[in-house]
Every structure is written in structure tokens, then in C-alpha cells.
């Protein structure tokens, strides 16, 4: 049976730090609240609101959250990855640096 495993290989993944990601983050955000109709999807789907947005960026798991807006949504991730200059691949990086699987017991 051949493997069809379509994941880069390691030394071809983007290599960067947890500094990184987090900066490619808040680039998302700032993306985001550049439009206020993104903006506006954002807080619809979070379930937050303009007041409390602030707030909810200081809280643990927060950054992860907005990567997994943007992969959640294939058109949005190209515009930010064209307008920001990264590629696609290292946003998902940024994703898994920020949100790791979960350890099985």
C-alpha cells in the first residue's frame, strides 16, 4: 500500500519559533480588524464583541484561535498570506506551534 501522507517533510517545513508565531498572529489580527466586515465575522464567530476583545487577547489559547479562524477559511488565508507576504504553509506552521495536538494518555 503506498502512503499519500501530502505533509511537507520536516527539512522542508518553515522553521520558526514560538516568538514567531505569535507575531504572525497578531498580523492576522491587525489583518482583520483593517476590515470591518472581517472584523465584524471574527467577533460573530468567537462569540465575542468589540468590548471584550481586548481582554480576550490576553487570555491563554487566544492567538491559536485567531489561526484557526483564518484556516478555517481558505479565501481569507490567501488574501492575508498575499497581502502579508507569508505563504501559506507557514501560517500553518504558525497553527501548529500555537495550538499542538493533544498528548494521548
Same mark, same amino acid.
Given at each position: ?5 501530502? %505533509?511537507? $517533510?520536516? &527539512?522542508?517545513?518553515?522553521? /520558526? $519559533? !514560538?516568538?514567531? +508565531?505569535? *507575531?504572525? +498572529? ?17 467577533? =460573530?464567530? *468567537? #462569540?465575542?464583541? %468589540? @468590548? ?11 492567538? =491559536?484561535?485567531?489561526? @484557526?479562524?483564518?484556516? =478555517?477559511?481558505?479565501? /481569507?488565508?490567501? =488574501?492575508? +498570506?498575499?497581502?502579508? #507576504?507569508? &505563504?501559506?504553509?507557514?501560517? +500553518? !506552521?504558525? %497553527? @501548529?506551534? /500555537? $495550538? ?6
Amino acid at each position: 500500500m503506498e502512503n499519500f501522507d501530502f %505533509r511537507p $517533510s520536516p &527539512a522542508k517545513q518553515p522553521q /520558526l $519559533s !514560538k516568538a514567531a +508565531a505569535e *507575531s504572525i +498572529a497578531i498580523e492576522v489580527l491587525t489583518f482583520l480588524a483593517g476590515n470591518p466586515a472581517r472584523l465584524d465575522r471574527f467577533l =460573530a464567530l *468567537s #462569540g465575542l464583541g %468589540r @468590548d471584550n476583545l481586548r481582554g480576550a487577547a490576553r487570555e491563554p489559547g487566544f492567538l =491559536a484561535a485567531i489561526l @484557526d479562524h483564518l484556516a =478555517a477559511d481558505e479565501s /481569507l488565508l490567501l =488574501a492575508f +498570506a498575499a497581502n502579508a #507576504g507569508h &505563504a501559506p504553509a507557514t501560517i +500553518a !506552521k504558525a %497553527r @501548529d506551534i /500555537l $495550538s499542538p495536538p493533544a498528548e494521548m494518555p
